[in-house]
């Protein structure tokens, strides 16, 4: 198990958490079973930015984001160089720091197209 500690977030752990996440599997994912409910409209199929992630620490042990990914990132909510989309995360052995911005962008939800 890998320890990611998750920076507080009004909504979602307002004390924050840290939680034993499970290695080869995403980070959003992670976060669900742990009852962290970040948003992931395309249900992790890489298709939206709902899951965006910022990570504090551990951002260069993860393996590099792909094209679609870095696409989709673009359209993020306060993207930041160690933004990632928590469904593209995979959990390896390294200690992850994150924060789940307080804002996200459902194109969907919000009438975008």
Not at 48 to 75: M, N, Q, W, Y
Request: charged share 25%.
């Amino acid at each position: 198990m890998t320890q990611v500690i998750v920076l507080p977030h009004i909504e979602l752990c307002p004390d924050g958490a840290v939680i034993d996440a499970r290695q080869g599997e995403s980070l959003c994912q992670n976060l669900l079973e742990n009852g962290i409910a970040i948003e992931h409209a395309c249900e992790m199929s890489c298709a939206c930015t709902t899951c965006h992630v910022i990570v504090r620490e551990g951002f260069a042990d993860l393996d590099p984001s792909d094209e679609v990914e870095d696409d989709l990132l673009d359209k993020a909510w306060g993207l930041e160089p160690n933004s990632r989309l928590s469904c593209q995360v995979i959990v390896n052995t390294a200690l992850l720091v994150i924060e789940i911005p307080r804002y996200s962008i459902n194109m969907t939800k919000e009438g975008h197209r």
